[in-house]
């Protein structure tokens, strides 16, 4: 969506603001021996208590209120009370969700206590890397621009990214156009991102794969040559200066 006055702005606020706070707590609610179940409904229940629904659910009829990914799943994971976590687990959460007919998205993955895994520097990197693309986000850029900076930087760190899963524009809808801000330059995108738009930028960075493929639940995606992905997502308005990052309050960047 294009924000064309203040309380287009207010509700986004609002719904971001929902979706931002439900994912810091799970973070830092998430400890071993914990279903993925559990902390699925934890979520929800923070997002009830705003007066949101979870937009995978609403959207698309998916088994679960938030995306709970666990070590080789990349992302879409099905919240299950068989998957328990444990200590040094690579955790992607991917918080969306519809307040007053307004829609945000966020997301954020972790390494659940100790770093016995050694994932923290794929996840730090992904981090990082989402940090400099939004900073270099302004009305008039080439949305290829800002992929090709993503894979320039996971490559500068021996990683690569993943391209079959991008961001997108959002607001009124859960995915609206833009429909691909990919982590790679794609020569055929030729749109550029347009002042006082909504996007949700993602950054897919793996070790080993550069597409996904799904698996039999018909949700969770994998990588088609394995290793671990990390994701972290903020949801944006674009101006002609640094965008306004309405889901700061996730606290992915402190």
Same mark, same amino acid.
């Given at each position: 969506?294009?924000?064309?006055?203040?309380?287009?702005?207010?509700?986004?606020?609002?719904?971001?603001?929902?979706?931002?706070?439900?994912?810091?707590?799970?973070?830092?609610?998430?400890?071993?021996?914990?279903?993925?179940?559990?902390?699925?409904?934890?979520?929800?229940?923070?997002?009830?208590?705003?007066?949101?629904?979870?937009?995978?659910?609403?959207?698309?009829?998916?088994?679960?209120?938030?995306?709970?990914?666990?070590?080789?799943?990349?992302?879409?994971? =099905?919240?299950?009370?068989?998957?328990?976590?444990?200590?040094?687990?690579? =955790?992607?959460?991917?918080?969306?969700?519809?307040?007053?007919?307004?829609?945000?998205?966020?997301?954020?993955? @972790? !390494?659940?206590?100790?770093?016995?895994?050694?994932?923290?520097?794929? !996840?730090?990197?992904?981090?990082?890397?989402?940090?400099?693309?939004?900073?270099?986000?302004?009305?008039?850029?080439?949305?290829?621009?800002?992929?090709?900076?993503?894979? &320039?930087?996971?490559?500068?760190?021996?990683?690569?990214? !993943?391209?079959?899963?991008?961001?997108?524009?959002?607001?009124?809808?859960?995915?609206?156009?833009?429909?691909?801000?990919?982590?790679?330059?794609?020569? @055929?995108?030729?749109?550029? @991102?347009?002042?006082?738009? !909504?996007?949700? =930028?993602? &950054?897919?960075?793996?070790?080993?794969?550069?597409?996904?493929? &799904?698996?039999?639940?018909?949700?969770?995606?994998?990588?088609?040559?394995?290793?671990?992905?990390?994701?972290?997502?903020?949801?944006?308005?674009?101006?002609?200066?640094?965008?306004?990052?309405?889901?700061?309050?996730?606290?992915?960047?402190?």
């Amino acid at each position: 969506m294009s924000i064309s006055n203040e309380a287009e702005l207010t509700g986004m606020k609002k719904a971001s603001e929902a979706v931002a706070i439900t994912l810091r707590r799970m973070i830092d609610y998430a400890r071993p021996g914990m279903t993925t179940k559990e902390l699925d409904d934890f979520g929800n229940d923070i997002l009830r208590s705003f007066g949101a629904r979870s937009a995978p659910n609403l959207a698309y009829g998916f088994p679960g209120y938030t995306c709970i990914s666990v070590n080789n799943e990349f992302c879409h994971g =099905i919240p299950s009370p068989k998957r328990v976590l444990a200590e040094g687990d690579l =955790i992607n959460i991917d918080v969306s969700a519809e307040l007053n007919s307004f829609w945000s998205d966020n997301g954020s993955s @972790f !390494v659940l206590g100790e770093d016995v895994n050694g994932h923290q520097p794929l !996840v730090e990197a992904s981090r990082v890397i989402l940090q400099k693309a939004i900073n270099n986000i302004r009305g008039g850029v080439r949305i290829s621009d800002i992929g090709w900076l993503i894979e &320039t930087e996971a490559k500068k760190k021996g990683l690569k990214v !993943v391209k079959n899963i991008t961001g997108h524009g959002i607001g009124r809808s859960l995915h609206e156009e833009p429909f691909d801000i990919a982590n790679y330059r794609d020569k @055929f995108n030729r749109q550029r @991102f347009k002042k006082n738009s !909504v996007v949700a =930028i993602e &950054t897919f960075i793996s070790t080993n794969s550069t597409m996904t493929v &799904t698996l039999a639940d018909d949700w969770t995606l994998v990588g088609n040559r394995g290793g671990f992905m990390a994701q972290h997502e903020h949801t944006i308005v674009v101006t002609d200066g640094k965008p306004l990052i309405l889901t700061s309050m996730n606290g992915i960047w402190n």
